[in-house]
């Protein structure tokens, strides 16, 4: 029996309509529409969605180039950078006397979209004509991009120096269409260095260590250990006697270059090598050219003669 006894306040037989969904939507699956009227025959393509995809791959084009050429300048502004670019275009070099192959990513690591430049800081006083001879002769293996600089540590260049590597490439705007940069900077440094990636290594100094680095990038380096050895062997006196030492060191080694070119036409036998081109470039610089003996005067006409050593002349007047 209940306590309380309260009278309903509304009438029992009331009718509430609950809805069977929180939101209702129209039906676009009606009897009345004819899909076909939007579907192209022949699987062809919708002419909007086409041109959505070709925006979008020139949009990604354009991000692509920009992002080539902000690498470029982020590489030299943190190498230091150079304040005067004055390069001018490269033109066609001779043909290669290396027929080998180097596989870039193994050498320089994966090309991730920016361009992989060699960037090179060299005093003006002391040319590195070696390096111009490889440089050259990369050019004739990859789609190089070059370009020299001068640092405001140098207050005058002569002019041989600042079109060493040749004319500028018509294309030089466009950077991803080089497989290489090639960036010399004439800069007061005590010792020639190197750099190819500038947060992940240390500088490579030296022209010998370098001439030695961009000559595996030709894939021409000698297979025998022996060749190999005797290669570093006449670089280093080249370096050490040729270039450091007194005349009689000079006088020594242009007396070994005389018995080895009086047995072969190379100093590697019947190969040319980065010894002929190391040895070559110091001979000059040392200017030893007419008082060398009769095997190595015919040696250097012959290194003439193979058309590599045409951006060196000039750098001798």
């Not at 025959?41 to 084009?61: F, I």
């Not at 100094?205 to 030695?212: D, F, K, S």
């Not at 007194?246 to 010894?275: C, H, I, M, T, Y």
Request: glycine share 6%; with cysteine.
């Amino acid at each position: 029996m209940p306590m309380y006894k309260v009278k309903p306040v509304s009438p029992a037989d009331i009718k509430i309509d609950v809805p069977s969904c929180m939101y209702k939507s129209p039906n676009v699956h009606g009897h009345g529409m004819n899909c076909g009227e939007h579907a192209l025959q022949n699987g062809e393509v919708d002419p909007s969605l086409k041109a959505l995809e070709e925006r979008q791959d020139e949009v990604l084009r354009r991000l692509y180039e920009l992002k080539a050429t902000v690498d470029g300048f982020a590489k030299t502004v943190t190498t230091p950078d150079a304040d005067l670019d004055a390069s001018t275009p490269s033109p066609g070099p001779a043909e290669s006397v290396f027929r080998g192959t180097a596989d870039l990513d193994s050498l320089l690591g994966k090309d991730l979209g920016a361009l992989r430049d060699i960037v090179i800081n060299a005093n003006p006083a002391r040319p590195p004509l070696s390096l111009l001879v490889l440089h050259a002769l990369l050019c004739q293996r990859y789609q190089v991009l070059s370009s020299v600089h001068v640092h405001s540590s140098v207050s005058a260049v002569p002019p041989p120096l600042l079109s060493c590597l040749g004319p500028r490439h018509i294309d030089s705007y466009a950077r991803q269409r080089f497989q290489l940069g090639f960036t010399l900077i004439w800069k007061d440094v005590s010792e020639l260095q190197m750099k190819f990636s500038t947060q992940s290594m240390c500088p490579i100094e030296g022209e010998a260590n370098v001439a030695r680095f961009l000559f595996r990038l030709l894939g021409a380096e000698p297979q025998d250990p022996a060749a190999a050895t005797q290669m570093d062997c006449w670089i280093d006196k080249a370096v050490f006697q040729l270039s450091e030492g007194g005349s009689k060191d000079r006088a020594a080694v242009l007396r070994s270059l005389n018995a080895a070119l009086g047995r072969s036409p190379w100093l590697l036998g019947q190969e040319f090598s980065l010894a002929d081109i190391v040895c070559a470039c110091f001979v000059l610089r040392a200017s030893q050219t007419t008082s060398a003996p009769v095997n190595v005067q015919r040696w250097l006409k012959s290194c003439q003669n193979l058309g590599h050593f045409d951006c060196v002349y000039p750098l001798l007047q």
